[in-house]
């Protein structure tokens, strides 16, 4: 799936030593199965939700959509997928400061659950309600989880891979269900019984993780650097008045006639970008970092834009490609016409197939192949998929309905593209990482996803107003020829590495 990091954040953070011992999960410990089946469903609710949202923000009132124009339901789509991992960054704070990782995972699901009933209620206001609850807890439960999932080994354990490899499979589960359901439902019956689907999931998931919650032994029960006393009582006084800030503004702006979709979505990406300036504004200007860590944030910062970019194309498989499915392919089989949705299914498929082919792969090349270099390979792929768009729209022109077997076919290449940039970005995130800020920097990698999404979502407004062929097209080769200038400037970014692979 689309990234999801934070599985591979845990594998390289130390674990606090096994706390659950007993083997019941295929070997593991028993509390591996807790947190896979959590896992599983909060991945089932949130990409089945996903699935159909922008086919539900536009599709027409008649049909008992929003009746969204393509360009606004694609920006808030890509607003939605940033705020998601924008919001892991506090999530990970509240865990490790306030409350521990257990009850973050368990307050994040309940919010989560709660979102998605919310959505299911059959009114316009709802699914933007709804979305709100949902980002928030996910915020709570995606980053904390999967440090859950480390602290059941020991940081060298043999298992300790193995598990996280199962627990991943958990998330591509999850992601492979739910759009079949939520699917089916929400564009064959009604769009709030999907969105309803999708609650229903997430309550199993918080269900059974309460039940199994005497599995998990120590893991995630505390926080590893609480705050106490005074500065306990200064943080939540500063929650407390940035979330009154937030209901000051919206309060200024609805009065203003200003709280629209499109003033929040514009709000919320540019919030996206001050974050991530003034993140790396903060490490670049630390004087307590060596000039060798300096020079490797610097060649950072390049990979970190090869990375936003790569995500700005490949996260519009469920907002651009989706409508476009559902419009210009032909979906009938023996006479039945499968859900456009369907087709979000494909992506974890091939993951799952396709993933150990290409950890094998990096591990058979080794260092003789750069990581600016594999970078550039996962962008020239994801523009090549959209490049082989730009040919299945141009099928299409004249209200033509081509085979979804295109689709099938970009998505294969854009999962080759996620398997030479996400696992090694992860990799060498941690690698180029300044010490004072080691327990951070994957917060950086969030950002990328987050603000590849932002700009994703502004970005696919134009699909509305190009021609299909030429929105494909550009985009394509744009990031074609990007990942062409990674590899013209690997050199200079490996010198800035400083012995970093």
């Known amino acids: 799936m689309p990234g999801d990091p934070e599985v591979a954040m845990s594998q390289e953070m130390p674990a606090a030593g096994p706390v659950a011992t007993g083997r019941g999960f295929f070997g593991h410990p028993r ?39 393509d360009s606004g ?7 939605y997928n940033a705020m998601v991992y924008l919001m892991a960054l506090p999530g990970g704070w509240v865990a490790d400061r306030l409350i521990g990782a257990r009850r973050s995972v ?27 609850l949902i980002v928030l807890g996910t915020g709570l439960l995606k980053p904390n989880i999967s440090s859950m999932v480390g602290d059941l080994y020991d940081r060298d354990s043999p298992r300790r891979d193995a598990g996280f490899s199962i627990f991943y499979m958990g998330i591509n589960l999850g992601g492979f269900l739910a759009p079949l359901i939520t699917g089916f439902l929400g564009e064959k019956i009604n769009w709030h019984l999907g969105f309803a689907a999708a609650a229903i999931g997430m309550t199993f998931g918080v269900i059974q993780y309460v039940v199994g919650q005497r599995n998990l032994g120590e893991a995630g029960r505390r926080p590893t650097d609480p705050l106490l006393g005074a500065d306990r009582r200064r943080a939540l006084t500063r ?64 990979l970190f834009v090869f990375a936003a970019a790569f995500w700005l194309i490949y996260d519009q498989a469920g907002s651009v490609l989706n409508t476009f499915a559902e419009k210009n392919t032909d979906r009938d089989v023996g006479g039945f016409t499968f859900p456009a949705s369907w087709l979000q299914s494909v992506n974890p498929i091939l993951i799952i197939i396709a993933a150990p082919l290409f950890a094998v792969l990096w591990l058979r090349v080794g260092h003789r192949i750069s990581t600016p270099v594999k970078f550039s390979v996962g962008l020239v792929l994801n523009g090549l998929s959209f490049v082989l768009m730009a040919a299945a729209a141009r099928a299409a022109v004249g209200g033509g309905s081509i085979s979804p077997l295109w689709l099938v076919a970009v998505y294969a290449i854009q999962v080759a593209g996620e398997l030479s940039l996400s696992p090694v970005g992860l990799s060498v995130t941690t690698k180029l990482a300044p010490v004072k800020y080691a327990s951070q920097m994957m917060g950086l990698w969030f950002l990328a996803t987050a603000v590849g999404d932002a700009i994703g979502g502004q970005v696919a407004r134009l699909a509305a107003s190009w021609s299909e062929p030429t929105y494909f097209l550009t985009f394509g080769l744009a990031s074609v020829v990007l990942g062409l200038a990674a590899v013209m400037f690997a050199r200079h970014i490996r010198a800035m590495m400083a012995g970093i692979h």
């Not at 307050?107 to 959505?119: L, N, P």
């Not at 499109?262 to 709000?267: H, S």
């Open 31 to 69: 509390a591996l199965a807790t947190l896979f089946l959590t896992e599983m469903w909060e991945r089932f609710s949130f990409y089945g939700m996903r699935a159909i949202l922008v086919l539900y923000l536009t599709a027409s009132v008649a049909d008992n959509g929003q009746g969204i124009g």
């Open 106 to 132: 368990l307050w994040g699901g309940v919010v989560i659950a709660a979102g998605h009933y919310v959505m299911a209620v059959p009114t316009d206001w709802s699914v933007y309600a709804g979305m709100a």
């Open 73 to 79: 339901a694609n920006a808030l789509y890509g607003t």
């Open 239 to 302: 929650i407390g008045l940035v979330a009154l800030a937030l209901v000051v503004i919206a309060a200024i702006l609805a009065l203003a006639g200003l709280f629209t979709v499109n003033a929040v979505v514009n709000l919320l990406t540019a919030v996206t970008l001050l974050v991530t300036i003034g993140y790396f504004a903060r490490i670049l200007v630390d004087h307590e970092i060596s000039d060798t860590e300096r020079s490797r944030m610097k060649a950072y910062v390049w």
